[in-house]
Nanobody
Framework: QVQLVESGGGLVQAGGSLRLSCAAS????????TTWYWQAPGKQRELVAS???????DYVDSVKGRFTISRDNAKKMVYLQMNSLKPEDTGVYYC?????WGQGTQVIVSS
């Protein structure tokens, strides 16, 4: 059974940085891609970035050049480095692996 725990959210000024972490358990971590989603207040969740077990990454256009997804297979961790944050990046960020979701971590970017 997969369990995901996100951390690293917080309040940051526009232009600042945060590093989100997703700790995973379960044997599928090294098989399936892991994905970060973002949910703005009152909106549906949207995919932000994904990384395959082999390290291939993909990003939504709005974060390309600002966010970097990475993983540590030995530690079963996935990270989302967020730089040059904008107020519109505000929301709850979720980690997803297979059908499992984490509880989310809140990011607030002040202008």
């Amino acid at each position: 059974q997969v369990q995901l725990v996100e951390s690293g959210g917080g309040l940051v000024q526009a232009g600042g940085s945060l590093r989100l972490s997703c700790a995973a358990s379960g044997s599928i971590f090294n098989i399936l891609p892991t994905t970060w989603y973002w949910q703005a207040p009152g909106k549906q969740r949207e995919l932000v970035a994904s990384i395959t077990s082999g390290g291939t990454t993909d990003y939504v256009d709005s974060v390309k050049g600002r966010f970097t997804i990475s993983r540590d297979n030995a530690k079963k961790m996935v990270y989302l480095q967020m730089n040059s944050l904008k107020p519109e990046d505000t929301g709850v960020y979720y980690c997803k692996l297979g059908a499992a979701w984490g509880q989310g971590t809140q990011v607030i970017v002040s202008s």
